[in-house]
């Protein structure tokens, strides 16, 4: 799980261009959408992608969304949950 | 300073390739959304869209341009021409004539093509795919087949860039720089707008319901508008009498995100306030509003919040033609601009097709039906764009 | 009523950023492209906004801001731009995305920023500016078009102040395209006029001027008029369409004390600058800027920059003059032609 979230963080910094950060600047739990890294809805439409292009996960129903992407942990346990 | 006068009117979409085809295909409730039949993509069959029912072949042989140019080209000397025509002014050269108008994506669509061979190497790929790229040189191949050659400029604010050409063009008569201006805008399905909308995840897979309570986006669509605009002088000279007057204009900005509009629809709002200000008018005189209703909760709700505001408990009859013509971004604020001549011209009113459930945070209804015989003094034309731009025109009876 | 250059700013292949004019230290290159020198963007737009820039949009915006704090405007009352690519990096990268995923998996930044409004709509985000936006985008006339509607607006009292201005960038892409068409050769910016032959170097840049239609305790110059023509048929109509545009100002030859002209060493773009200086302005001091800037579409707006700076300063580097006298410039005009199908006529006078 570790590595994962450590990678997660990774593709995360490099879809969306956090230049300044580093996968160490983000907190596991932190909120990813309006607190904490105040990502937006474009943000949101990069992430699915994300998890598809990578991880080949679709995400099914967009309701999920703000769920699985409160946090990187919660990223990460969707992932392993869905992963084939 | 002089009124500006329309006096003449030309347009091309989904629903027609002239202006009387497109009111009867209001009339008989004939949307133009379809399967995609032209544009080589992998979505077709999966999204609707509302493509010009004609070839590039045809579209050509209409126009007088050779078949070879962007598709965008085609359809805006198509509708430049009709304009003309029916302003019944003879040759340019005649007045100080400009040429403004608009578009989105220039020659996207023979870029697309180029970029397949110049991908695979970088001295490959047909330069006249090329060639036409910029959005300018859409505006050349109209003003050239028109003779205009006195004044010549493109706007480009997104979905409100034709709104934008119109206005321009009334100030430059108002100013007396020019006598008369044909202005609106044109765009042409492409890969490129098709996919952006879709990673946005903004497209209806079915035929979209603009101001429904379960709207779930809109369609693309294609097509241009042009109207003629005149000075006084100029319709005194004029053997038919114009059609009506362009009254008030405004721009604004959002100001709120790149893509999204604001949920109280300050953009929106300042835009149809500043162009009653500037028509003189209370918001109790508009008798109809040409929404800009794409279909997407996100526009839909801005607006009605906007209109709300605006109008508070007096909303006038409204509709989103979007719902026949689709989405044609570009030429979309053109398009509706001379849809908006109509009804005050033919006295009708536009339905908005596949509406059901009323907008809940809304409570109006917009127009369902065809309508004949309607009083409709004053028209509000709303134009809203990515990156905040909000334009909306105002069309009065003389 | 006068229209007033209250500030400037330029970010180009000069040292032009930051300072009030050329050229202490003019930069030479020898090449078929120049590129612009880039501020550190950090320092000057807010970082949580800049991550989703592009670098044209980084240019444009930051060359904006730097004109409003030189103006010492926080929001302005229009923001109008002219760009006759738009945000070319975008373009391409979604375009390269599209063809090569075949339209799978596509994310939407590099597409939303690629509007040609974007510079413009960053630029009132940035500020929360609701006020009158505009982009203009036809070819050579793109800043032009964007000057001329500044000036209707102060004109109709709709703004005291305007920002505008012109912005265009080359990317790889766009150069290796345009270099297909033969419009650039590898030359040393210095010589560039020197022995005209076929094609230009390329160029970019984003320089933003704030108008205004009061006077200022700072201003640089006075704007006096703008014009375009399109497709002339022969030099001799350019000529005429020039003395037009003085006589419609009241004007003749003999008021102009310094032409700046865009010759870009191609043998066919120059002939019409030979023939007007050896003509019609025959004895008048002639600037060139192409050789400082490159070729561009909105190049004529990195002219007007240098323009009010040469009005301000009341004296023209001998480094710039091309050809004739070292003069005090009262009043400069501006002709530039794109290709031959576009040209403009800035006219621009001291306070």
Known sequence: ?84 | MTEVYVAGLGIISAIGTSVNETLSSFEQHRTGIDDIRFLDTIYRGQLPVAEVKLSNDQLSALSGLPENVSRTALLSTVAAKEAWVDAGIGSPSKFRTGFISANSVGGMDKSENFFIDFLKDAGSGDLNDVKHHECGSITELTADSLGISDHISTISTACSSSANAIFMAARLIKHNLLDVVVAGGCDSMAKFTLNGFNTLQILDEEHCKPFDENRRGLNLGEGAGYVVLVSEKVVQQLHKKPYCKLSGYNNANDAYHQTASSPDGTGSYLAMKGALEKAGLQPEDIDYINLHGTGTQNNDHAESTAISRLFSSKVPKMSSTKSFTGHTLGASGAIEAVLSVLAIEKEIIYPNANHTTTMKEFGYTPVKVFLKNQQVKHVLSNSFGFGGNCSSLIFSKI | MKIYIRATESISPQLSFGNEGLLADLQVYEANRLSCLEPDYKSLIDPKQIRRMSRVIKMGVASALGCLKKADVEVPDAIITGTAYGCLEDTSSFLTKLVNQNEEMLTPTAFIQSTHNTIGAQIALLLKCHNYNNTYVHRGFSFENALLDAILLLKEQSAENVLVGGVDELTDTSFQILNRFGFFKQAFTNELYNAPSKGSIAGEGASFVLLANQPGNNDNAVLEAVSTFYKPATIEESQEKINRFLLDNDLSPNDIDVVITGRNGDETNDVVYDQLMSGMFRNKTEVCFKHLCGEYPTASSFALWMAASIIKKQKVDKKLIHHGEDVIPQRILIYNHSQGIHHSLMLISGC
């Open chain 1, 1 to 84: 799980m570790d590595k994962l979230i450590l990678e997660l963080k990774e593709h995360i910094i490099e879809q969306l261009n956090l230049q300044d950060l580093t996968p160490a600047d983000i907190g596991d739990d932190e909120p990813l959408f309006v607190e904490g890294l105040a990502l937006d809805s474009i943000d949101a439409l990069e992430l699915i992608v994300l998890l598809q292009q990578q991880y080949g996960i679709k995400l099914s129903k967009a309701e999920d969304g703000p769920k699985v992407f409160a946090s990187v942990k919660t990223m990460a346990e969707y992932i392993t949950a869905n992963k084939a």
